[in-house]
């Protein structure tokens, strides 16, 4: 026969409750750090796009694509040739720097890639 003591009963319910609360913690840490993953995502995804948007176009224009893409416009700030994009999603920032290009037609007769080695 077993012979139980007195202070044994109901000792797997209080661990029980430890363990839950700890399981209910870290379930909340996945979903505030997946969440802040996903705005750091977005935010640049939508910094990019908007400094692209805006080295093409016009600060407006960068601005359209930022809010199209569920961000916040915090600046935009033009130089020469260099446009940089500063947006936030959430309590996440991100930055991007997109430059405009300057595409040289060839001359006329120069059409297409030049002639490669005779073969």
Not at 24 to 50: E, F, K, N, P, T
Not at 107 to 117: F, I, Y
Request: a positive charge; zero cysteines.
């Amino acid at each position: 026969m077993r012979h139980r003591r007195v202070g044994d009963r109901g000792q797997v319910v209080p661990l029980l409750a430890v363990l839950l609360v700890v399981a209910a913690a870290a379930v909340v840490l996945v979903a505030v750090i997946g969440g802040h993953l996903v705005d750091r995502a977005r935010a640049r995804a939508a910094a990019d796009a908007g400094a692209l948007a805006a080295a093409l176009g016009t600060d407006a224009d960068g601005a359209e694509v930022v809010a199209a893409n569920g961000a916040v416009l915090v600046r935009i700030e033009r130089g020469a040739s260099v446009v940089e994009v500063e947006v936030r999603v959430g309590r996440t920032g991100a930055r991007a720097r997109a430059e405009r290009a300057v595409v040289v037609d060839p001359p006329p007769g120069r059409e297409g890639p030049p002639p490669g080695p005779a073969g």
